[in-house]
Each structure stands twice: as structure tokens, then as C-alpha cells.
């Protein structure tokens, strides 16, 4: 299921703060943050720690997308 972190960012930008900072007082990895850059999937801990940092829900952070149709051999799937 495609997810968008648009909202985190726009958080960030609110707040004033920048990813590293965010990974700091969060005390999440590079590595996460770069998922979340690239708008992969991360495990809900790492979204979790964000919330508790930025004191937010999850919603402020994550958007779920609706899933692309996709049509294969005349199918939807």
C-alpha cells in the first residue's frame, strides 16, 4: 500500500527543525529516515518515536495513498 510522509515534512518545516535534528531527538537511524525519505515502508516503532518527538499522531505524520490499478491482460488487479 503506497504511503506519502509529505506530512512529516511540512511538520519539520513548521517546527523549524531538519531531518538530522529529527533523527537525533527522535533517536531514530539515518537509515530510517532515508526510507522515509524515499517514501518506503518503516516499521511502526520508527513512526512511533517520531510521534512521541515531535508530540503528533500518526495521522500529522502519514498519508496511505489509494492503490494504483494496475491492468494486466485486460484485468484490473
Given amino acids: 500500500m503506497p504511503v506519502s510522509y509529505n506530512r512529516l515534512w511540512k511538520l519539520l ?5 531538519n531531518k538530522t535534528q529529527l533523527c537525533r531527538l527522535a533517536g531514530i537511524t539515518s537509515n530510517a529516515m532515508a526510507r522515509l525519505g524515499k517514501n ?9 518515536k517520531i510521534c512521541a518527538a515531535l508530540d503528533c499522531k500518526m495521522d500529522d505524520i502519514i498519508e496511505i495513498l489509494p492503490k494504483k490499478e494496475t491492468v494486466e491482460g485486460g484485468k484490473s488487479k
Fill in 13 to 17: 518545516i513548521d517546527k523549524g527543525m
Fill in 40 to 48: 518506503e515502508d518503516v516499521r511502526v516503532e520508527v513512526l512511533a
